[in-house]
């Protein structure tokens, strides 16, 4: 046993280079007409969890979506893990995503595939070739994602059939998946919006834990801003595409988020300092 | 009218409504359906005076099938050994036949599926080699063989490989298509390449429609390729049209009794297989364990409530739940524990499997087949093939027209009286409507008796009776029809719900009543959709029957391979190819728009 950090374990100033930088990423849809990421600017050091929080339909998908390569930006620099995804060819690409986690938030498990087989599958990118059944993948691999699954708490479900789980259950499955792949990041698309409380809570619980324990850089996207002030170091808030919060999750209190959630804004006075449209990135304040 | 015009005292008596208020208005669904129904009812007497049907064509042929009846029994059993061997051989065809289809199937449906395939003229050109393979009948495909590499087994095989694909990677292509996508972009986004995407996730989705599909043809192959015996291809069907060109009838039958329970025999193991299969899959397979609810669950409760202590990322301290970070070696996991247990499902996966892969390793073997031929005999019969072409229509035009004219009355009328019959016989063998547990029984019996004779040998037996022409072909294939619809009859009436069958029964209705109120309504949508997919299936199937002379242009296409016209055969498998893909596609149509 490791001594537990009671106290929030801030990344230090970061020496080594931040683990994402965006800089000025815009996209449009539609040939322009629909903005969904307006200039959006920020970096994140290593260890961070960072939690995307806005409304349905205010980029956060589309914002994690240009951290892997699944969408292209119309303008604007992303660079995630000394990698620049812009130009990055589909060979770089996958090498990248092989580096990057990414949590769903309809699981993405396949269900008649037992838990430690969907697991499994998150070695493919180191091994190449196609697999069909468990026993397909060596022993060592194998062994390797029951530890995955002991870690999230389910290494006694690993020969059942993944779709007898209950969401929760499912969504840290897909975790130890995304472990599976020894990630650097971990991207976290909505991992708890199909799912109750209690299960919401565990699988906060678990993210965080690894966020921790591995140094591993989180990126989560919530809509419950109780959760997002109850387990994040720093938020980040998007409305229509742009930022319009960056904070310390300390200096933060639940009038201040909601506001996140207004679509029209109060008199400019009273509004949250849309950080990236005027100044440089706030990085958010060390050791809290 | 009058009689109603008693007005009551307080109300003033109402107007009565006008007519267009107690008619159903003409939606353009009902407009269709009655237009279907003119259209079916002029087909079909179109079709019977075109073959020359009339009352007395029954009459007088009843008495012709008790002479032939007469002669068959009963049945002689001289060398049942070699029947059943010849039997075994049969199927064993079919099963080398789906398999090849199967493995050709396999990457022409990810090609053919708009989610997996590589670019959309690889989408169009998988899609059309599907359409082609289904819409050329079996036979006609054997024909082709046998002129390529010789009578024997080889050439029922490859035709029923090659006609297979229609099938099995149509349906294969369209489970693709049904997948979940999440789990693909998942693994994808794990740096997965497609094909791993393929293969992990995508299936291990489609697998279970893939078995059934699989076995389902199966059972459809194992009828066909008794008939592919009979140009030649092997098998017991050889036997039997030797037995009956002879005139041995009694020895006929008891080799038709030898195929139904071949037939019979396949169904029910692939039926067993389907079952034990799929149910394994649709049951959620629970080891019982009681849902873990430890430390962590606890703590999280607090952690919400409390959200300015979020900064301190809590972790159990102890107890069964406890994480352990262990810097040292990984710790030992039981052994077992890293392969799947054997629970009885997958005992009975493993065992399915391996039966199946004996199976066809057995039909290499005992099948004068290699895979080596295989793959030599595709030189000849590409050649036979080219030799079809160019299609020459110009010698024997009007013969043609004729035979594709007749063809089709054949189909249309045995799809009339075959859904009509079948009607009655469905409700029978319906268990929810039949009076009675032995009339269900009888009539389900019935029908498992009549769809493990094939429609072709039928039709020899027919001829054999009545002599050549388009009658016993419609009775052949009147009776196929029945069998194969009656039983889609009863299975969709026993779907119907009972609800409103007991509402019906409480206002006093008698049985009949309730079954055309509540039941026939009830399965209506269905009965449409498999009237139509028959019509489909007794076209391709009456361009066929002429091989064995039940009428159509089956004849003229036997005569033109056997004179080695080749150039009129590829004319006439031109004909039959556009009105069996014009046809699928007017009941496809139809089908969209009525359901």
């Known amino acids: ?288 | 009218m009058a009689v109603v015009e008693a007005p009551s005292p307080e109300a003033a008596p109402k107007p009565p409504a006008p007519d267009s208020h107690i008619r159903p208005p003409w939606t353009s669904q009902r407009v269709l359906l009655t237009a279907l129904v003119a259209v079916g009812a002029i087909a079909t007497v179109w079709g019977w005076n075109r073959i020359g049907l009339s009352l007395a064509t029954f009459t007088e042929g009843w008495d012709d099938m008790g002479r032939l009846l007469d002669r068959m029994l009963p049945p002689r059993y001289t060398t049942v050994g070699r029947w059943v061997g010849l039997a075994v051989e049969t199927f064993f065809m079919a099963l080398m036949g789906t398999t090849i289809a199967t493995a050709l199937s396999f990457p022409l449906a990810f090609l053919a599926a708009r989610n997996t395939t590589v670019n959309p003229f690889a989408y169009r050109a998988s899609r059309a080699v599907i359409t082609m393979a289904r819409a050329i009948p079996d036979l006609i495909f054997a024909i082709i063989f046998v002129s390529a590499v010789g009578i024997g087994p080889l050439a029922g095989v490859l035709a029923l490989g090659l006609h297979s694909i229609g099938m099995i990677a149509k349906l294969f292509a369209d489970a693709i298509e049904e997948i979940n996508e999440v789990p693909r972009d998942a693994v994808l986004s794990t740096g997965a390449t497609r094909i791993q995407s393929l293969s992990t996730a995508v299936l291990p989705q489609v697998m279970p429609s893939f078995t059934s599909v699989a076995l389902y043809r199966l059972d459809i192959n194992v009828r066909v390729s008794v008939v592919l015996g009979i140009v030649g291809a092997g098998g017991i069907g050889f036997e039997l049209q030797a037995a009956l060109r002879s005139l041995v009838y009694d020895r006929g039958l008891a080799i038709v009794t030898v195929i139904m329970v071949m037939v019979v025999l396949v169904e029910w193991l692939s039926a067993v297989m389907r079952r034990s299969l799929l149910g394994a899959d649709s049951a959620a397979v629970s080891f019982g364990q009681p849902r873990r609810r430890g430390a962590l669950a606890s703590l999280r409760r607090h952690r919400i409530a409390e959200p300015e202590l979020a900064a301190a990322v809590p972790l159990p301290t102890g107890g069964p739940d406890a994480v352990t970070e262990d810097d040292g070696p990984a710790p030992e996991f039981d052994h077992r524990a890293l392969t799947p247990p054997w629970t009885a499902d997958r005992v009975r996966r493993f065992g399915y499997g391996a039966l199946v892969l004996v199976g066809i390793a057995a039909s290499f073997v005992s099948v004068d087949v290699s895979p080596l031929e295989l793959l030599t005999s595709l030189p000849d019969a590409w050649r036979a093939s080219s030799a079809l072409f160019p299609p020459d229509f110009s010698t024997a035009f009007d013969g043609i027209v004729e035979g594709m004219v007749e063809t089709v009355a054949i189909g249309i009328v045995a799809t009339c009286f075959g859904t009509i019959l079948s009607i009655p016989v469905g409700l029978l063998a319906a268990r929810n409507v039949s009076p009675n547990r032995m009339t269900y029984l009888v009539a389900r019996g019935f029908l498992v008796f009549v769809r493990s004779v094939p429609e072709l040998i039928l039709a020899v037996l027919f001829v054999a009776a009545l002599g050549l022409g388009p009658v016993p072909g419609v009775i052949a294939l009147t009776i196929g029809a029945v069998g194969f619809m009656a039983k889609l009859v009863a299975d969709a009436i026993e779907q119907v719900d009972a609800g409103p069958r007991e509402a019906v029964l409480s206002t006093g209705a008698t049985r009949l009543q309730e079954t055309f109120t509540s039941v026939i309504p009830q399965a209506m949508p269905s009965l449409i959709s498999s009237t139509l997919y028959l019509l489909d299936i007794n076209i391709r199937t009456s361009t066929i029957l002429g091989i064995v002379g039940g009428g159509g242009i089956g004849f003229l296409l036997q005569n033109s391979t056997r004179v080695r016209a080749f150039e009129t055969t590829g004319a006439i498998i031109l004909s039959i190819f556009l009105v069996v893909l014009v046809i699928e596609q007017l009941s496809g149509w139809v089908r969209k728009q009525l359901i």
């Open chain 1, 1 to 288: 046993m490791t001594t537990i950090p009671h106290q929030y374990p801030a990344p230090k100033t970061p020496r080594t280079p931040p683990v994402v930088q965006v800089r000025d990423l815009t996209k449009t849809f539609a040939n322009g007409s629909v903005t969904a990421l307006d200039q959006v600017d920020f970096e994140v050091p290593r260890g961070q969890l960072l939690v995307l929080i806005g409304l349905s339909g205010s980029g956060k998908s589309t914002l994690l979506r240009h951290l892997n390569g699944l969408h292209h930006p119309t303008s604007g620099d992303v660079e995630v893990l000394g990698t620049d995804v812009v130009t990055a060819q589909r060979r770089e690409l996958r090498a990248l995503r092989r580096r990057v986690g990414f949590v769903f938030q309809q699981f993405g498990l396949v269900g008649r595939l037992s838990c430690l087989e969907n697991v499994l599958s998150g070695s493919l990118g180191r091994l190449g070739a196609p697999r069909y059944g468990v026993l397909t993948y060596g022993k060592a691999l194998r062994r390797e994602a029951l530890g995955h699954l002991e870690r999230v708490g389910l290494d006694d479900r690993a020969f059942q059939r993944a779709d007898t789980l209950s969401g929760g259950q499912q969504q840290r499955v897909a975790i130890a998946r995304t472990l599976m792949q020894s990630p650097e990041l971990l991207l976290a698309d909505e991992p708890v919006a199909s799912l109750d409380p209690e299960s919401s809570a565990q699988v906060m619980e678990v993210l965080a834990r690894i966020c921790v324990e591995d140094r591993l850089t989180v990126i989560c996207s919530l809509h419950q801003v109780e959760l997002a002030l109850g387990w994040a170091h720093r938020i980040i808030g998007l409305r229509d595409g742009a930022m319009v919060l960056d904070q310390d999750a300390h200096d933060l209190d639940n009038a201040e988020v909601m506001r996140v959630y207004q679509r029209v804004q109060p008199g400019s006075g009273a509004a949250p300092v849309p950080a990236a449209q005027t100044a440089p990135v706030r990085v958010p304040a060390m050791g809290a």
